[in-house]
């Protein structure tokens, strides 16, 4: 990018200047908290929204597509959205839905779930986003009658009738009110239209119902993905969002400077978007334009065709997301310079990046601007909001979560080898919807969350400069040696060394001696790579193609020479047969494979890691 060992400057953007505390106790933890507190903010999440309408009222709240691939985009401005949010609230209000019977909402995205989900907030009724591929790819609806028999809503959303219709009818209590998108019929069953409600006429009502919404008041309710039986429910209190959004501010402060502008895919029944971009946008008077497209080699003409319209100013995405928009980068310079030309920051989470995608970016950026964009990630969770660890400072390569943002307090505890991270603030979950048990669980005895993971420091004994992943705790295994593998960074580092020819992976070896993996492969860049010589092959015949395992065979041999020790050396190597069930929870609905799930429900291919004699078996 220049020349020399000093790297190019940074675009200006405002973020905190914190001040990091240490302190060491006697039974070995370690508390990391930031110094000074938050300056006031609301309570009641839809208070900035009623402000942004009166300062703002013509600007653009939420955008779509028509369609996905169509011109234009429709709108909803600031001001409409408290209209169609005062009107869509008395008819929650005058319909079964209530603080006990929140909404339900089966589909993904789109103006109509936005509006909805503000209108039952603005009026003290509880929402839950669920995913629609419980809907839509479930064969059984197990998950989905799992959380509806938790919530007993008292209405439910869906986009389409026809696409909905099983799970409606799967899931729907009877005395519950159905609203549909599009079609008013789903099997006979009442249904009313989504417009139809907008024609409400709002009450006094309204207005009594949103003096009633307090920090207490539970906001949304959203499911953790869950890896056997029924997903739980994480509930969303007004006052833990609003301290969210509170220390999204305080970090990033440049959002304060200009009304943010986002272009996001991601879907609102996960934290990441659902919680901290869909609410960060109308706590700072901005506007997002919901990208129907995906992180896949398909669904990013959508979003590189959305991203050329509309330059974002901060952005979101996976890291398979952005190894994507690299690849567009070299091809379509118009691209490269609409999307960096307002940017101030690019946060990435949900996976360890990939050192030539983080170069990628880096450099792209220079090209483009003469300097680099922020390039950030954090650690959070669904319980968490999911603000609670981030990073601002500049880094040489990925990985850096950060430090815990303010009014959070990181408690560190000796697990093994490894320090376990806990959490304590008001923008943590209350607990579970109706699962008292599984909330006592999650707390200890000081009211510190368990998050789960494992953290080590960024730099030794040194928390200003923030902290590593270290893999989830109950991941984490001991082989026959007696050596620990810390499952989440080897699983991290393994899929990126395989490039795109591995998905994701799941580690085993626990009471063997040796390290292995069973990989899933992407077929598409499994194709691509045998060229021709893939022509005509089923799934199974390309993954039984000699040149596909030798050249699997390769990357494994030069991982395993990376190897620190026993532990990191990855030597057996089995591709997982047959697409992961939904249903057995081998898969989460943000399309990642559940380590456990997995190796409880394909024993046999944990047999035929540790089987010399198995033609499946790739071994080094």
């Not at 940074?10 to 302190?23: C, F, Y």
């Not at 169509?70 to 008395?90: C, D, E, F, K």
């Not at 591929?133 to 009738?161: C, H, N, Q, R, W």
Request: with cysteine; charged share 25%.
């Amino acid at each position: 990018m220049s020349g020399g060992n000093q790297a190019p400057p940074l675009r200006p953007s405002r973020v905190w200047e914190p001040v990091i505390r240490t302190e060491e106790r006697p039974d070995g933890c370690l508390v990391v908290t930031q110094d000074g507190e938050l300056p006031p903010y609301p309570s009641r999440m839809t208070e900035k929204l009623l402000q942004w309408a009166e300062k703002a009222p013509d600007r653009t709240l939420f955008a779509q597509r028509p369609a996905a691939g169509a011109p234009g985009w429709n709108r909803i401005s600031y001001g409409q959205m408290v209209a169609r949010m005062r009107a869509l609230g008395q008819a929650l209000l005058d319909s079964p839905a209530s603080a006990e019977r929140p909404v339900m909402i089966l589909s993904g995205n789109s103006l109509e779930h936005a509006t909805l989900a503000l209108a039952a907030m603005h009026v003290g009724i509880p929402y839950a986003p669920i995913s629609p591929a419980y809907s839509l790819m479930s064969e059984d609806f197990g998950k989905l009658k799992g959380i509806a028999g938790d919530l007993t809503p008292g209405l439910v959303f869906a986009s389409s009738g026809k696409a909905f219709a099983k799970a409606i009818a799967a899931v729907t209590p009877e005395d519950a009110l159905v609203v549909l998108g599009g079609e008013v019929e789903v099997d006979g069953r009442a249904s009313v239209s989504f417009g139809s409600l907008l024609e409400t006429v709002p009450t006094v009502a309204v207005e009594e119902a949103y003096e009633g919404v307090g920090a207490d008041t539970v906001a949304k309710i959203l499911f953790t993905s869950g890896s056997t039986g029924s997903p739980k429910g994480v509930i969303q209190s007004h006052g833990m969002l609003a301290a969210n959004q509170a220390m999204v501010a305080d970090c990033y402060r440049f959002l304060e400077d200009e009304p943010p502008v986002l272009v996001d895919w991601a879907p609102w029944n996960h934290t990441a978007s659902g919680n901290k971009v869909f609410n960060l946008t109308f706590w700072h008077g901005g506007s997002y334009y919901i990208d129907e497209g995906k992180p896949t080699p398909g669904g990013m003409d959508e979003t590189c065709r959305n991203l050329k319209e509309i330059s974002p100013t901060w952005y979101f995405n996976v890291p398979k997301g952005y190894e994507e928009l690299t690849r567009r980068f070299r091809e379509d310079a118009d691209l490269r310079r609409s999307f960096f030309r307002d940017l101030k920051m690019m946060m990435y989470a949900g996976a360890g990046m990939a050192q030539h995608t983080w170069d990628a970016l880096e450099a792209h950026a220079f090209e483009t601007l003469g300097h680099r964009v922020r390039l950030v990630s954090g650690l959070g969770s669904t319980e968490t909001g999911p603000f609670a660890i981030a990073g601002t400072d500049p880094q040489p390569q990925s990985g850096n979560i950060g430090i815990p943002a303010r009014e959070v307090t990181l408690k560190l505890v000796p697990s093994g080898d490894r320090l376990e991270a806990r959490l304590k603030s008001r923008s943590i979950t209350p607990g579970y919807w109706r699962k008292p048990e599984l909330t006592a669980e999650a707390f200890d005895e000081e009211g510190f969350y368990r998050l789960g993971d494992a953290l080590r420091f960024a730099e030794a004994g040194k928390a200003e400069k923030g902290f590593l992943f270290d893999g989830r705790v109950a991941e984490n295994f001991k082989l026959g040696t007696g050596t620990w593998v810390a499952v989440g960074p080897l699983r991290a580092a393994l899929v990126d060394h395989f490039g795109a020819l591995i998905r994701d992976a799941v580690i085993a070896g626990e009471e063997h001696d040796e390290v292995g993996a069973l990989g899933l492969a992407d077929m598409a860049e499994c194709r691509r790579l045998l060229g021709q010589a893939a022509d005509g092959l089923g799934d199974a015949e390309l993954l039984a193609h000699p040149a596909l395992r030798h050249e699997l065979a390769t990357r494994l041999s030069a991982f395993a020479a990376k190897a620190t020790g026993s532990a990191t050396r990855v030597v057996r190597l089995v591709l997982i047969d047959g697409a992961p069930s939904i249903d057995r929870g081998e898969v989460t609905d943000k399309g990642s494979l559940n380590q456990r799930a997995v190796l409880a429900n394909r024993k046999g291919l944990v047999a035929a890691l540790y089987d010399d004699a198995d033609p499946r078996l790739i071994r080094i």
